[in-house]
């Protein structure tokens, strides 16, 4: 008997304090809940509380902490915006050129460098119109669509080429035995054939890219 009492008592006391220990814990909790309230409050109290948690939200949104993530999209838009830049600014160099014909073809055929004579820019690598194809758009008023982007850049290609080409045998038609002024102005006069041809076709290429 005295076994048991003593094993009742026990087990009242060990109810007890899981009970004070429950009570304890709901108390920490009412706290804890109160405190997170009063956090979240747009009082002027607890303003210093909501500009720490505005920091926060701006540092871990900021390009800075995302950069990792960003910056293969980034460098692409850069490489590609440069491409464009590229695309745009020979072309106005070929307008130049195309532009004073005359002096260009004389530049090309005469017997001594004329050094203010027009000259073809370098010419665009195809690899550059291949990353600028995604950014083709339509152009109804040249009758162009977006989806014979690569196909007009073949043919600057093979135009801006050929151009290049006729320019070298201009220089070297005076040259040998079989050299003379007609076939040096024979040449110069094909290669300006073809640096308007090109100029026209590239212009179309930067219009459909802006």
Avoid: W
């Avoid at 009063?38 to 920091?55: D, E």
């Avoid at 491409?83 to 073809?105: G, H, P, W």
Wanted: with cysteine; proline share 4%; net charge negative.
């Amino acid at each position: 008997t005295e076994k048991h009492l003593g094993q009742e008592e026990r087990e009242k006391k060990q109810v007890i304090e899981i009970d004070s220990i429950m009570r304890v814990f709901a108390v920490i909790s009412c706290l804890c809940f109160i405190g997170v309230a009063m956090a979240y409050s747009v009082g002027p109290s607890y303003s210093t509380t909501t500009n720490k948690r505005r920091q926060f939200l701006q540092v871990v949104t900021s390009s800075t902490f995302l950069s990792p993530l960003a910056s293969k999209p980034a460098l692409a838009a850069d490489k590609s915006m440069k491409d464009v830049l590229l695309v745009q600014e020979t072309a106005s160099q070929l307008k130049a050129c195309t532009s004073q014909l005359a002096r260009f073809e004389e530049g090309l055929s005469a017997a001594d460098p004329i050094e203010d004579a027009p000259k073809l820019p370098p010419q665009i690598s195809f690899k550059v119109f291949q990353t600028l194809n995604s950014r083709a758009n339509d152009v109804p008023k040249e009758n162009f669509e977006a989806d014979d982007f690569l196909g007009l850049a073949a043919e600057y290609a093979e135009h801006a080429g050929a151009a290049r080409d006729y320019a070298k045998l201009a220089k070297m038609g005076r040259v040998g035995e079989n050299g003379s002024e007609e076939v040096a102005v024979f040449y110069a006069k094909k290669a300006a054939e073809e640096a308007k041809e090109t100029e026209k076709i590239l212009n179309e290429l930067a219009i459909a890219i802006q």
